[in-house]
């Protein structure tokens, strides 16, 4: 991919703590790249590698094994702001490791002065998973949760979301019961939370699930579904 058409370094023009802002201006760069305006399918799922290396200009590094938390969680991924490189553990899924890398691009834009902001000593937080119950300080907490919220939104934008899943369900929000809920979890209850998911992974006539279109875990995409109320 060819580099991005970045003329003033990330330093200058980046928006601190406000993870809108700079979800905004990754967004605006990246589609730069793509070229104006870029194909819904060329845009995602969203290209994170060029995020990294030609719009934050840091490295992005995949290792076998970056260690433990000392809360025993393995570590999903950490940024190295002394040498500008992001590390993911590369025996992860790659829709765990695609959201780790967004988690740390998240870090690397918005909590550069974060004294403990590294992942290394923090339990990551998933949406699907449940809140941290000790372990970190409050503070620390409210990094990760936000860097969890600015992974959630780079990866999958609502309006992409919104978009994307019409297409699949053909309307813009699903009813559990409805006969396509039903293709798409055969067996089980036809509970909003068991169809989000199997409408993540849905596989429809035309075109990819949801869960591909957008380079994510099928958990993390019904996560998704949820929070934008798309199934009810
Ligand atoms: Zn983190």
Known sequence: MSALLVTQSPSESRPQACSLEVLNNLLRLLSQELGRPPKFEEFYPIHLESIVESVLHWK???SDDLGSSP???Q???RCDF???AILVRSQASGGAQRYSLAHEIGHALMHKDAPRCVGGSLKRVRPTRSPLSSGPRPEDYAIEREAERFAAELL???KA???AFQEVAGSPRLWSRSQLAEKALPSGELTIENVSEAIS???PTRGKPLSATFGVTGAAMATRIRELGLVF
Request: glycine share 10%; aromatic share 10%.
């Open 60 to 62: 992005l590094v995949r």
């Open 71 to 73: 809360y025993g969680a």
């Open 75 to 77: 570590i999903m991924g």
């Open 82 to 84: 002394e040498q500008k």
């Open 156 to 158: 999958m934008p609502a």
């Open 161 to 163: 979301v919104r978009r």
């Open 201 to 203: 992974n849905y596989q």
